[in-house]
Nanobody, 122 residues
């Protein structure tokens, strides 16, 4: 089991940008595939993006292409999610998830963080 910690969320204005971070304190994170998901109030959890452990493969949800960028710095054991031109509909709790090895299908990750809230005001 890997303890994941998300950070970087907050309350922002529409059009702003944010960079969320996902770390695994005390653990070497570099061999884990990592995904980002989000869940808005009253809605199902939604896939945002995933990255393999090397960082040379990324995959995005259909509605996420363009404004969302997932990346990682294995030297810092950190995975990032950059969100540009935030919209009120991006308001959600953003979760990172990790799985040893290849990027899992869907949300089949073994390890999940507690989430970080992103609130976008118009």
């Amino acid at each position: 089991q890997v303890h994941l910690v998300e950070s970087g969320g907050g309350s922002v204005q529409a059009g702003d940008s944010l960079r969320l971070s996902c770390t695994a304190p005390g653990r070497t994170f570099s061999r884990y595939a990592v995904g980002w998901f989000r869940q808005a109030p009253g809605k199902e959890r939604e896939f945002v993006a995933a990255i393999n452990w090397r960082g040379d493969f990324t995959h995005y949800g259909d509605s996420m292409k363009g404004r969302f960028t997932i990346s990682r710095d294995n030297a810092k054991d950190t995975v990032y999610l950059e969100i540009l031109s935030l919209k009120p509909e991006d308001t959600a709790v953003y979760y990172c998830a990790a799985d040893l090895g290849a990027v899992p299908e869907g949300d089949n990750y073994d390890n999940w963080g507690q989430g970080t809230q992103v609130t976008v005001s118009s």
